[in-house]
């Protein structure tokens, strides 16, 4: 029999809040959902902090925490390299926390806007963007994460 239960069903607002105080960051009970395709986002304050954070709980079974780990060192590296990413925090020594079953990891609260597509300038420095994190990204082989290429993401799934 097919097991019914969404994945994240036990993911309530008190687990949610939990979670965080897991870390030793002591939520302060705000919790505004984000938009996100397939993990769960959450904002929320923190207790004595002007800023709240982001919390981002990774789709049960989606992604290896080796996947995961990878995904964080590259954007740590791209931050490194000023690069203008939102990388996670690491929070008693990890970016990777588990709570009730729950892979999340915690990050900064961190604005922005749509760019400006109609600007020219504005099309040349993402272009030089994308170039430097293709650059980045070329200096290590990613292990743990699918490549995406015409065959397996085109042929392949169709």
């Known amino acids: 029999m097919m097991n019914s239960r969404h994945p994240y069903s036990s993911l309530t607002p008190d687990c949610a809040l939990d979670a ?8 302060d009970g705000r919790l505004l959902a984000l938009n996100s395709y397939e993990n769960r986002v959450y ?6 902090a002007a800023n709240p954070v982001v919390v981002k709980f990774y789709r049960p079974e989606r992604w290896s925490d080796a996947a ?10 791209l931050a490194a390299r000023e690069i203008p990413v939102v990388a996670p925090l690491a ?11 729950f892979r999340f990891a915690v990050y900064p609260k961190q604005g922005g806007r749509m760019p400006e597509f109609d600007r020219a300038g504005t099309l040349l420095r993402m272009g030089r963007f994308l170039g430097r994190i293709h650059a980045v990204g070329a200096q ?8 995406l290429d015409l065959e397996t993401f085109g042929y392949t799934s169709r």
């Open 20 to 27: 965080l105080d897991s870390t030793g960051l002591r939520a």
């Open 140 to 147: 290590t082989g990613f292990l743990h994460r699918p490549t």
């Open 68 to 77: 995961i780990l990878e995904e964080h060192a590259f954007t740590a590296e």
């Open 91 to 101: 929070l008693n020594g990890a970016t990777l926390h588990v709570h009730s079953g």
């Open 43 to 48: 904002q929320m304050g923190i207790e004595d």
